[in-house]
């Protein structure tokens, strides 16, 4: 099983704004970890944690460059191009950055889409998941 972590998931844990969804991610990224190999994120997700991270006011517990370091241990970042931006323009999603992270996980070939905004991705060929409901699909 593969999965697409989306940008808002992967933020709950640095920027831990939303204690509702925090234990939820934060168990989900520990899944990942023992599990290398099987989460996937976009590579534009990247340039998007850092942005935020390296902005926070006051600064955060989490340096943007390390927590990057770390999260690339065991996530892969999905190779995109001009032929996966392509796809992304034609999908039926109002927001670019989500079609370009269902083009990522198209591209990489993943079950799921793992997002706290499911309603970004009712267009989308690849099924969302909460990060709970991915975690009550499989065993921690």
Not at 24 to 46: I, K, P, R
């Amino acid at each position: 099983m593969k999965i697409l972590l989306d940008t808002d998931v992967l933020l709950d844990v640095p920027l831990a704004g939303s204690q509702r969804h925090f234990p939820d991610s934060l168990t989900l990224l520990n899944w990942c970890e023992n599990h290398a190999g099987t989460a996937q994120m976009a590579w534009h997700s990247l340039s998007n944690i850092y942005y935020l991270l390296s902005r926070q006011k006051p600064p955060g517990r989490f340096d943007a460059r390390n927590f990057l370091r770390d999260l690339l241990n065991f996530v892969v970042v999905v190779p995109t191009g001009t032929a996966q931006a392509q796809i992304a323009l034609g999908l039926p999603l109002p927001d670019f950055e989500d079609a370009l992270q269902v083009s990522a996980a198209l591209h990489a070939g993943v079950d799921y889409i793992i997002t706290r905004n499911q309603n970004h991705y009712r267009s989308s060929p690849v099924r969302s998941l909460t990060p709970g409901e991915f975690l009550s699909s499989v065993s921690t």
